[in-house]
């Protein structure tokens, strides 16, 4: 019995820490060539290279993640048509059978707005334990950490020590930063700025902050270039850097070193994980159009999209399997 709780208990608790040691870095994991968490410029998107199955990828799981890519991947090719030609009648605002960058760039935002409420619907009943639609800090806690803060002795010797006694004070001060009104309580919306710090302006600095311990391994205060690139690569023993790595050192010394002093501040990493000239969302349909624009007229016609379908099916704006079904007027 005490071993089946302690299972389920690490399984919440784990589960929901790694939603929270993934959330902050949703800003920092827009793909560049491996695991970096460098956002692609917008200039990037007219020089990638033809597409084929494997780099649609960026596409398909640019905003939703693996696990709502899947979603046309059940469908025939013709199926995958007939629900991409639905969606864009909707996604052509102003019905003139045209669909522009702003266009696409708004029902992208649409759908990721949606989908981050949606991921904070389907966990919020395992922590609103008295179900009076808010959550507490004490109900989040003993939800999360309720096992581990009960069993002390059975952690001692274990990683889960290591990782729950980090993990919570660190929870804490991310759930004191959402609740702006300091009642020790999240609304949904607060509950989301918790989950999701990323999308929340008054999030963005614990979002730094836990970005720097995450990478500072000496702990003393800075990335320097060997932290930032163990971040995104692991060396194996006297294996040579490949070449992105060596591309990935340079970009640390000529854009990310601001003030050329070999490592990272605070203010860098903000520059570097939080660009504030840079709308993920324009830039994933810019390249859409850029892709499917045949006759380079800067918009796209129902036909230039569906001749493209493949890119299409797995993107944000198009992804999104109970986008059908729902009812609209929520987005």
Do not use: C
């Not at 460098?38 to 199955?53: I, K, W």
């Not at 979603?71 to 052509?92: A, H, M, N, P, Y």
């Not at 290591?162 to 309580?185: I, N, S, V, W």
């Not at 999030?203 to 995450?214: F, G, H, Q, R, Y």
């Amino acid at each position: 019995m005490a071993r089946g709780g302690r299972d389920r208990a690490l399984g919440l608790a784990l589960g929901l820490l790694l939603a929270l040691a993934l959330a902050p870095r949703a800003l920092r994991a827009k793909p560049t060539v491996r695991k970096e968490r460098v956002v692609r410029p917008d200039s990037e998107l007219g020089e990638r290279p033809p597409e084929d199955n494997q780099s649609f990828q960026y596409d398909h799981e640019a905003f939703l993640g693996k696990e709502d890519s899947k979603t046309f991947d059940q469908l025939t090719s013709e199926e995958s048509k007939e629900r991409l030609g639905k969606i864009v009648d909707r996604i052509d605002s102003d019905g003139d059978s045209f669909v522009t960058t702003e266009e696409l760039k708004t029902w992208i935002k649409r759908v990721q707005k949606r989908y981050i409420y949606d991921n904070v619907a389907k966990v919020w009943k395992d922590y609103d334990r008295d179900k009076d639609d808010k959550i507490s800090w004490e109900e989040y806690k003993q939800a999360t950490y309720g096992y581990y803060l009960g069993n002390p002795a059975e952690f001692q010797d274990s990683l889960d020590h290591h990782t729950f006694k980090k993990m919570l004070p660190r929870d804490e001060r991310r759930f004191k930063a959402a609740d702006l009104d300091g009642d020790q309580t999240a609304t949904r919306e607060e509950f989301t700025a918790f989950l999701h710090p990323e999308e929340f302006e008054h999030m963005k600095e614990i979002v730094v902050l836990e970005t720097l311990e995450d990478i500072d391994k000496n702990g003393d205060g800075f990335v320097d270039q060997d932290e930032y690139i163990a971040d995104m690569f692991s060396h194996e023993e006297n294996g040579p850097e490949p070449d992105w790595v060596l591309s990935e050192r340079e970009q640390f010394n000529e854009f990310r070193d601001l003030n050329k002093d070999g490592k990272l501040d605070k203010d860098e990493i903000r520059h570097w994980i939080l660009p504030q000239d840079y709308d993920h969302a324009q830039a994933e349909a810019r390249h859409l159009v850029y892709e499917s624009d045949k006759n380079k007229d800067e918009k796209l016609t129902k036909e230039e999209i569906l001749e493209n379908w493949n890119m299409f099916v797995g993107s944000q704006a198009t992804n999104y399997g109970e986008d059908l079904t729902k009812n609209h007027d929520e987005l």
